[in-house]
Nanobody
Framework: QVQLVESGGGLVQAGGSLRLSCAAS????????MNWFRQAPGKEREFVSA????????YYADSVKGRFTISRDNAKNTVYLQMNSLKPEDTAVYYC????????????????WGQGTQVTVSS
């Protein structure tokens, strides 16, 4: 498994931007599909975005499409989530996840998780 550490969360006004980072340990980062999920209070953890190993293929939840951009730097073992035009409903703890053989939208497909970073968007 790969160890993951998220950073970059914080408090921002609606319409603002944040950039999340997820740093991974290990030498095989480029072999993993990387994913961002989020979980708001009282709600289930939900898919946000995913990026395949090469970085050429990305996926987004409809709720963030056009506002969020996922990217990765395999040389730095890091995946990013650029979040623009933030809305109060984007408020959640954001988690980074990794999997070797799965790149879908289901939580249970991922076996490596970070500790999460809080994003709060005020109206």
């Amino acid at each position: 498994q790969v160890q993951l550490v998220e950073s970059g969360g914080g408090l921002v006004q609606a319409g603002g931007s944040l950039r999340l980072s997820c740093a991974a340990s290990g030498r095989t980062f480029s072999s993993y599909c990387m994913n961002w999920f989020r979980q708001a209070p009282g709600k289930e953890r939900e898919f946000v975005s995913a990026i395949r190993r090469s970085g050429e293929t990305t996926y987004y939840a409809d709720s963030v499409k056009g506002r969020f951009t996922i990217s990765r730097d395999n040389a730095k073992n890091t995946v990013y989530l650029q979040m623009n035009s933030l809305k109060p409903e984007d408020t959640a703890v954001y988690y980074c996840a990794a999997a070797l053989t799965y790149c879908g939208r289901t939580v249970h497909g991922y076996n490596s998780w970070g500790q999460g970073t809080q994003v709060t968007v005020s109206s």
